[in-house]
């Protein structure tokens, strides 16, 4: 039996790394054109060396909501998308990928609802200068006092704006043949420092200053081996610098035959002209081109989207193991939590070699690692207790966070830094590690004590034993959170000093801090001074999750403070939905042992301080 089950074991751990890698032998291979090789072309935009993998991802979301591209029973890959919006733009332009649902938006544009919800850029071209002047005025009210038709206006005008600036990065939108007209700037061009003076037309000329002016990213590298590493040019830019100075970037001549190739449905020139240009760069820029492809492959497997979907898995059969067979279930649940934090810790090591950052650089990554700490709590929990509900607990949080995670993604990259980081130094990335520990405990502790007033109240699977474990996980993740808490808030003013001139200054952030420390001190001594038993530290431990809910998102909503960053409209009602759910589980947690389903047993108080072994 013993064999049977570490064999059933050893399936779902080789069942769940099959699924977290099969997004890997999926080959973009659309009309013979080697897309996925073309998405790890590194190119630069907002600071970052990315893949062109990533701005596709990046830039359909923002525009269309997705990182994929559904049409009638086709479906178009982020870069299959952006191959054909930068080579093939009169295409590109047919697609509906702009999403409208807002009924007055569409009555600004002359139409209803009959009209759909999905528009193509030519749908929308001659209207954009009314969505420019609607934008406009828009801009001029305070972001908290906007309508939501002029929220949805302002975000329309920014997704044409993108949409604009991606189909004008390569080429100019609607050009033939690139591939011809860079040929005759080499063939006709006299590099002149007066462009004028080079034999190229006003209107040519124009053409490529528009090019330069308007371009979404810089896909030309530094001029090996002199020019600034860290120059990167835009294409009009460049052929800009050879009608002044001469030697054509070997990369615009690589992107013109791509552009001209893929406009003529030419996939063998295409792969052709992709693997010369993917050798180049390999030569030049080694560690570009390494890391352009360690995050595509990032993307491609979309690490904590699998973890996501697999804690769901591990919550379903940990709460089964407290029903049926709760050996063998609790025993599966814990070999696919322990895999799933593998694939976890994958990502988030993956994230931190990528952005050459701590772990925690902005709200998303605050919530993958909240996620990842408490799961790691989890874990030994479990090897501890080995009852379920460290693997169930760390299960649900798990997929709370990447869930919050997912949505906050929606808004475009997210290896964006926030505004704090900017000015980094030790102390920050210890402080914040901290910090997002101790939000990541406080949660687990709020979460267990969940566990223990559902069970206790709705199923009589409450029993005594289970309930002092219960007692005993809480009070020892209390104290964890207390400890990195408070370690994480004094490290905080250590660099609030050295990188402000001033340890404390009461910014909402700080506060918010500051209350996590100070709520979880009471819980502990409360607990200490007998004010309080299981019940009364369960509901205390309930209320953990709003008070770090608000320090960590609530603070936010605010809009003031060195430390508001990432806000979202749509959080609030979520932030006071969850708020509002946690108050009603702790008047639930105070009704009378009567009413619960589980009729625990009592027992006299002991005399002392510390834990309490009594259910009462």
């Known amino acids: 039996m013993k064999n049977a089950r570490s064999y059933v074991i050893w399936l779902i751990v080789a069942a769940t790394l099959a699924y977290v890698v099969a997004p890997l032998f999926s080959h973009d291979t659309r009309g013979g054109f080697e897309m996925q090789k073309f998405g790890r072309l590194p190119v630069l935009l907002n600071g970052r060396i990315k893949p062109l ?86 801009q001029k009210v305070d972001a908290q006092l906007r309508s939501p038709f002029q929220r949805d206006i302002i975000k329309l005008y920014e997704r044409l704006t993108l949409y604009h600036q991606l189909e004008n990065s390569l080429e100019v939108a609607g050009t033939v043949d690139f591939k011809s007209q860079v040929d005759d700037l080499l063939k006709n061009i006299r590099p002149s ?73 030419d996939p063998a020139t295409f792969n052709r002209a992709l693997d010369g240009y993917l050798g180049w760069l390999q030569q030049h820029f080694p560690a570009r081109v390494r890391k352009a492809n360690v995050e595509s492959v990032f993307n491609q497997l979309q690490p904590f989207y699998s973890a996501m979907v697999i804690y769901v898995l591990i919550f379903i059969l940990a709460a089964a193991s407290w029903l049926v067979w709760p050996e063998t279930l609790g025993r599966y649940a814990f070999a696919l939590l322990v895999v799933t934090f593998v694939v976890h810790s994958g990502g988030l090591i993956t994230r931190m070699y990528l952005e050459g950052r701590p772990p925690v650089t902005n709200l998303y990554s605050s919530a993958v690692f909240i996620g990842w700490g408490a799961v ?96 005993r996980m809480v009070y020892g993740i209390v104290c964890f959170a207390t400890l990195f ?96 759910s946690q108050v009603v589980f702790m008047m639930i947690g105070v009704l009378p042992p009567q009413v619960w389903r589980s009729q625990l047993e009592t027992a006299p108080r002991p005399s002392g301080a510390g834990m309490v072994d009594v259910p009462a």
């Open 53 to 138: 993998d990533t701005v596709a991802r990046n830039s359909l979301l923002i525009i269309h909501g997705q990182q994929t591209l559904s049409i009638e029973h086709d479906t178009l890959t982020a870069t299959d998308w952006l191959a054909e919006i930068l080579m093939k733009s009169d295409t590109a332009d047919q697609r509906r990928i702009f999403v409208i649902r807002n009924p007055e938006t569409l009555a600004a544009l002359g139409w209803n609802t009959e009209a759909g919800k999905y528009f193509s850029f030519r749908d929308l071209f001659t209207h954009l200068q009314e969505v420019e002047q609607q934008a406009a005025l828009a």
């Open 376 to 471: 790691l709590l989890g874990i030994f929990l479990e090897r501890f207790f080995r009852n379920g509900i460290g693997s169930a607990t760390a299960a649900m949080i798990g997929f709370i966070t990447l869930l919050i995670a997912h949505h906050l993604s929606m808004d475009g990259d997210t290896m964006e830094m926030m505004r704090a980081v900017l000015d980094t130094n030790g102390w920050l990335a210890t402080h914040v590690v901290c910090v997002t520990l101790g939000y990541a405990s406080t949660f687990l502790a709020g979460f267990l004590a969940l566990t223990y007033i559902v069970r206790g109240a709705f199923t009589p699977s409450l029993d005594r034993d289970t309930a002092r474990s219960l007692a």
């Open 485 to 580: 808490s408070f370690v994480g808030t004094i490290l905080g003013g250590i660099w609030a000093d050295q990188s402000w001139g001033r340890f404390w200054g009461w910014d909402p952030k700080e506060n918010g801090a500051l209350l996590i420390v100070l709520w979880n001190a009471i819980i502990l001594h409360a607990r200490w001074g007998g004010l309080v038993r299981q019940r009364g530290l369960m509901v205390m431990a309930v209320f953990g999750n709003v008070v770090t809910s608000w320090s960590w998102f609530g603070v936010n909503m605010l809009g003031i403070g060195l430390h508001s960053y990432g806000f979202m409209d749509s959080a609030f009602p979520w932030l006071i939905g969850f708020g509002a």
């Open 193 to 265: 420092p007066i462009p004028m003076n080079s034999g190229i037309s006003t209107e040519a000329l124009q053409s490529i200053g528009f090019l330069a002016e308007t371009g979404y990213f810089f896909p030309i590298p530094p001029v090996p081996p002199n020019d600034d590493p860290l120059r990167w040019r835009k294409m009009g830019e460049s052929i800009l610098q050879f009608i002044t100075a001469g030697n054509m970037h070997p990369a615009v001549l690589a992107y013109a035959t791509l552009a001209s190739a893929f406009a003529a449905n």
